[in-house]
């Protein structure tokens, strides 16, 4: 491949790659995505909680199994995080639950699905649940101390249940609920909001999910494999990268380069009008100007008098030889230099008075006159004069 070819190759190589790589490596988003999974970084997402829990200290685990499958955790030394406020759980759930619980582990879960799989825990049974819940703290416990709350909560749970201890409540019910269930531990929210991107920025939505969560040498696992809300494609993680500007600049990458290549490369052609100032512009003008001047006369007059001049100063003829003519010239370099030449006579006759002639012509008659000064000086520096000629030449 030429060079021209390999760089338009390499261009289009590499606005491939580097749309690829920002489709992959920074897709925006959707702010809209209700997913309080880890990997969502809008409002809604959980992804600031997962990356701040690491730089505390905290062993941060995601998990896509079923709740049927929390036999192979420690419980002892695990807070399973249920973060999806809509839901429900089956009785296979809920016996693996209890059975988790009672073997020592912690729970955090809110909303309908926390209620549901939680076991001994009951909700509000009235739907009289406010848009906006400005909780009160009761107690003295570590969720207590968190500070009041704003909640945006879909369902809120009985103050009235013995086994459990409300922490936080609202003006119709409980809003952070927790209680013991074997050597477990449960904590259940009213709204996901403390995990949440958007609830973090709070200071009391980060006390209370820390105080939720135990110390940390538990390991911290969020359960995602109950969340309902159908994942986005691939195609949905390139949204809000300009892929039609991406596209219209490559198109204008590749014309350029077509173009580029293409003026290198085409058909040539004369310019329709040549610029004045263009060296063959130059040339034309002083042919012209040396027509107009009939220069082929000067011209030929003047590889006339080189010749004369060859003659008189290399070949030594003298002045006078040359002023009775031709035939006296082509006389004296056949006797001198044994130079028979039948063009000589006719071109000096022709020569010897100016007459308007073509530029043809005149270079024609040029080339004839320089080629005998040409042979007389050859033969004249393989042939010295002797003595006498010289001697003739000086009395002429």
């Known amino acids: ?151 945006h909560p879909s369902i809120l749970a009985k103050e009235d249940l013995v086994e459990t201890v409300v922490a936080q409540s609202c003006e119709h019910g409980g809003a952070v609920i927790t209680y013991p269930y074997g050597a477990g531990t449960a904590v259940w929210w009213a709204s996901p909001e403390p995990l949440t991107n958007r609830g973090l920025h709070e200071d009391a939505n980060l006390r209370l999910l820390l105080a939720s969560l135990g110390g940390t040498e538990r390991t911290v696992v969020f359960n995602e494999a109950e969340i309902d809300v159908q994942p986005v494609s691939s195609w949905d993680k390139t949204k809000g990268i300009p892929l039609t500007a991406m596209l219209l600049q490559l198109l204008l990458v590749l014309g350029l380069l077509v173009f580029g290549y293409g003026r290198r490369h085409g058909p040539m052609r004369t310019l329709a009008t040549t610029p004045r100032t263009s060296p063959l512009e130059f040339a034309y003008s002083m042919g012209n100007l040396y027509h ?43 006797a001198r230099f044994d130079y028979r030449n039948s063009g000589l006579v006719p071109l000096l006759e022709e020569t010897q008075k100016p007459t308007r002639i073509t530029p043809g012509e005149a270079l024609e008659r040029v080339k004839e006159l320089n080629l005998v000064a040409d042979e007389l000086r050859r033969r004249v520096s393989m042939k010295p004069m002797p003595s006498k000629e010289r001697l003739l030449v000086c009395i002429r």
């Not at 006339?304 to 009775?324: A, M, N, P, W």
């Not at 010239?329 to 056949?334: C, E, G, K, T, Y």
């Open 292 to 334: 107009k001047a009939a220069a082929g006369e000067a011209a030929t007059r003047d590889a006339r008098e080189r010749l004369i001049q060859v003659l008189e100063e290399q070949c030594g003829v003298s002045h006078d030889t040359v002023l009775e003519g031709p035939e006296a010239v082509a006389s004296m370099l056949l």
């Open 1 to 151: 491949m030429k060079g021209e070819k390999q760089l338009m190759l390499c261009a289009i190589t590499a606005a491939v790659v580097i749309t690829v790589a920002a489709a992959v490596f920074a897709p925006e988003n959707n702010r809209d995505d209700p997913r309080p999974s880890i990997d969502n970084a809008g409002p809604n997402g959980a992804k600031a909680a997962y990356v701040l829990l690491q730089r505390l200290g905290y062993t941060v685990v995601r998990s896509e199994k079923p709740l049927t499958d929390l036999y192979s955790l420690d419980a002892a030394h695990t807070t399973l995080v249920l973060a999806n406020s809509f839901g429900s759980s089956s009785k296979e759930e809920q016996k693996t639950m209890a059975e988790y619980l009672t073997r020592g582990g912690r729970v955090v879960a809110d909303g309908e699905l926390g209620v549901d799989v939680l076991p001994g825990f009951y909700w509000k049974e009235d739907r009289q649940v406010p848009a906006v819940c400005y909780t009160k703290p009761q107690g003295v416990s570590a969720l207590a101390q968190a500070g009041g709350l704003v909640f």
